[in-house]
């Protein structure tokens, strides 16, 4: 598909988006305007969405920003988290439950001990009998002498955990989040049709080299997220997995987490990639791997979104131009990943 000018797909879905909240939600809310719909997350430290009333608020605060994007909101599993909850969340309208591990990425402060998982099964049971996906930030921090593993270690880490919670509960939807390993892919790809995987474009694209040096000290904050980015080897098998990979088990989800720059200096992990940002990375991927045709058939709705969510492809369009552009040192005065770089492809307005 060498010589391509111009590539047009169905309008895309963010299936893994932080929105925010109080002013940082009001900037970053209009750079999800050209998805059709964003699936949300409330991990908020101080007051996590882990209950229908916080549901409720929570969506309300969104709607009121006017979106053109649909938004989709769930509970995140914290101590509370019990079977009455999930229920009472489901019919207050969530559409899904989000784990983080204690201690592995923003607001996981209040999340659940990855050692003391089984004690949500019901919960998570329940949101099987209810057809709600489970969706998993499956990282560990602490080995089982609670020594602390090295950040580039700990997705690997989890994946004898991750196998144990695929195996113990057959009956619910599992998605193992931005997936930034080979042996996780692995894992994904052998597990039954109830595991899917979610890959970022930062994951395919970015270097562990680009955030740490040889000592893992942080050279650039900017690029931190979780799970940070990989070596080579995993990075190419994120590429490739997402480019020429299984559409019924593997789908994007842009992980944008905005942080102010302070908050960025600081070490706070989370990588802001706004819309036009995002899906021009996706598009370059799809071009230096060759395969282009199916840049729609990954980003656009696709199995996992109908199988998962009951998600249908919009008629609409949304059409992407080569052409080179430079990313702003600053995007609704937040710092976005590739800040300064030069890109290949362009979102057509």
């Given amino acids: 598909m060498k010589g391509i000018k111009n590539i047009t797909i169905p309008i895309p879905i ?29 991990n908020f430290a101080d007051d996590p969405v882990d209950d229908a009333d916080g549901l409720i608020e929570y969506r309300e605060f969104i709607r009121n920003l006017k979106p053109k994007f649909k938004p989709h909101f769930g509970l995140m599993v914290t101590s509370r988290t019990t079977p009455a909850i999930v229920e009472e969340g489901f019919y207050a309208g969530a559409e ?8 592995t990425t923003t607001g996981s402060s209040v999340g659940i001990s990855i050692d003391r998982v089984e004690e949500k099964y019901p919960s998570y049971d329940r949101a099987g009998e209810l057809g709600m996906p489970t969706l998993w930030h499956m990282e560990r921090m602490k080995d ?101 990979g299984d559409y019924k088990k593997f789908r994007p989800g842009t992980d944008s987490a905005a942080h102010w720059p302070e908050a960025k200096l600081e070490g706070a992990p989370g990588i802001f990639v706004p819309d036009f ?32 969510y ?14 080179e552009w430079i990313v702003p040192m600053k995007i609704s005065g937040i710092v976005p990943y590739m800040a300064g770089k030069k890109l290949q492809w362009k979102v057509k307005k």
């Fill in 14 to 42: 963010d299936r893994h988006g932080h929105l925010r909240k109080a002013i940082m939600a009001k900037r970053v809310v209009p750079h999800n305007n050209l998805y059709s719909d964003v699936i949300t997350f409330g």
């Fill in 96 to 103: 899904f439950l989000k784990t983080m591990f204690v201690g």
């Fill in 144 to 244: 089982k002498r609670g020594k602390q593993i090295p950040l580039l270690y700990r997705e690997e880490e989890a994946i004898p955990d991750a196998k144990k919670i695929i195996h113990d509960l057959p009956d619910v939807k599992i998605s193992i989040e931005h997936i930034s390993t080979a042996v996780m892919i692995e894992t994904v790809e052998s597990a039954g049709p109830n595991v899917i995987g979610g890959f970022t474009a930062h994951h395919a694209f970015g270097l562990y080299k680009d955030v740490c040096n040889k000592n893992g000290e942080l050279i650039n904050p900017h690029n931190l997220c979780m799970p940070i980015l990989k070596r080579k080897k995993d990075r190419d098998a994120v590429s490739r997995k997402m480019t020429h």
């Fill in 277 to 308: 940002l995002v899906l021009a990375l996706y598009c370059q991927i799809f071009e230096e791997e060759g395969m282009l045709h199916r840049f729609g058939s990954f980003v656009s709705c696709n199995q996992t979104d109908m199988d998962f």
């Fill in 310 to 323: 009951g998600f249908y492809q919009t008629s609409e369009t949304i059409t992407l131009v080569k052409e």
